[in-house]
């Protein structure tokens, strides 16, 4: 397998757009994670689901954010609209049940 | 999920052992101690967890105290490729919070 995709890798977008981040996780995973990490905050949680259904939305900053997995295989994360203090690393993860998490490369966002 | 306490930085020369410590006393009986390595530029990496006894895998192992109030990771031989922040995580679920870690240096 090649490991959770996330893509794009970098995005540079004007405040007030719309942003929508992906991930593909690793197959046969039943856990995927929604970090942000930033050099002020650190990682954190975000949002994560368990076979496609989101479990814990706490982390979720505002109503801006929205996340959805409309299957095993695709997750997205969107921002709408963005703001500067958006910028940041956002990573994807994904588990098996009760084993370790597997992340992605992360896509650098910035907001202009 | 309760609170770890690790130190900020820590150093070590290359191929010498290296113990990362963490404090977890507020640790709860179902809480799995779980460590994680971010290298530069790249996203968090699982090294090991345990529940009670001591653990051991091809990167690490993990020493966890009779009371659980403490673990410590220990490199046995560290690379200059080890150089990262590591972080000690408690969780009895699924969601791994991260704190700030403890960022290693590793000298030639």
Redesign the interface.
């Known amino acids: 397998d090649a490991g959770v995709i996330q893509s794009p890798r970098h995005e540079v977008t004007e405040m007030g757009q719309e942003v929508t981040l992906r991930c593909k996780p690793i197959s046969g995973h039943d856990y995927l994670f929604w970090y942000r990490q930033t050099m002020m905050r650190g990682l954190e949680l975000l949002i994560y689901f368990n076979n496609n259904v989101p479990i814990d939305d706490s982390g979720m900053p505002e109503d801006r954010f929205s996340a959805k997995m409309p299957n095993a295989s695709f997750s997205t994360l969107k921002i709408q609209p963005s703001e500067p203090r958006d910028s940041a690393v956002y990573f994807c993860a994904s588990s098996p049940i009760q084993t370790e998490a597997f992340f992605g490369q992360g896509t650098r966002l910035t907001v202009v | 999920d309760a609170k770890t306490t690790q130190p900020n930085s820590m150093e070590s020369n290359e191929e010498e052992p290296v113990h990362l410590p963490c404090n977890h006393s507020t640790i709860s009986g179902t809480d799995y101690i ?1 460590w ?1 390595r971010q290298l530069p530029s ?5 090294v090991i ?1 345990g529940l009670t006894s001591n653990v051991n895998n091809r990167m690490a192992s993990l020493a966890i105290a009779e009371d659980r109030k403490s673990s410590t990771l220990i490199l046995h031989r560290a690379t200059l490729r080890d150089a990262a922040v590591y ?1 000690c995580i408690l969780t009895a679920g ?7 870690g403890t960022s290693l240096l590793v000298t030639p």
């Open positions: 779980h994680y790249q996203g968090p990496e699982y967890h972080y699924y969601a791994l919070n991260f704190g700030k």
